[in-house]
């Protein structure tokens, strides 16, 4: 599914208490194709957000598993689809924001959140009368009479809880789990580090002939954003999230391009709080 896709995702309200609809995350929007109404959500909405939309997900789980009716592809596989349709609003619009204007506050509620995921996803995953379901139906998958589509909807289930440790030892699930919590906490030291590295790997220079081959509009942005950054007098080209800078085809200035170049190839390498390959090892 695109992220596109997941933000526009329908939350019906039926599934919430009334408790949960004073949040802008969890309500249905009422802009076209349910957009979200980014004007009315604040920080503080997002960490409220995820444990409810979290909560409402494991609770559609325990039903699946709990479901004493024979396991069937619309019971379990079909159930498992829709389960989850608020997390993944939450989760699709939290990070199109944070990907596009995080600060600090965000990076917090990530740290947060993430661990509070992968301990979710542990208890799905990991859920053996889940998986007992799952597993019955794609070993009797080929008299069940599906199309293409279902059959290979059921395999990737399969295949995923599998891949996710359903069929570990005990002790082994034990050990998977507390890998899998690492694995989220030093995923959100990494992306705190990027950020981190990639708005101190900024380019700045002190004349605007450095910056030849730019637009008169692009060299005025760059004076705007070193004063922004209390910089006044000088010129800011931040880096993108790309080896490759844009300005790099039109600067003229080879010093110039080498330092934008260098900053953004090294930008995690240089031994300070947000050098990222000791997290990445």
Known sequence: ???TAMIFIAISGSFM???AL???LLEPSPLPLQAPAFDKIVTSDYEPAFEEAIRLKLAEIAGIADNSEPPTFDNTIMALERAG??????????YTVFAAQGDSAMEAIDKSVSQKTADANNSIYLNEKLFGRLREIYEKRATLGLDEEANRLLEIYYLDF??????????????????NIQLADLESQFTAALRGASKAGALIVDSPKALDGLSAGEIDMAAEQATAEGQRGKFLIPLQNTTQQPSLAALTDRSTREQLFTNSVKRAERGDSNDSREIIT
């Open 1 to 3: 599914m695109t992220i």
């Open 17 to 19: 208490p009334q408790l």
């Open 22 to 24: 004073s949040n802008p």
């Open 85 to 94: 349709q608020s997390l993944q609003r939450v989760e699709a619009i939290f």
């Open 162 to 179: 599998v891949r996710s440790g359903a069929e570990l030892s005990v002790a082994n699930k034990v050990q998977f789990r507390q890998a």
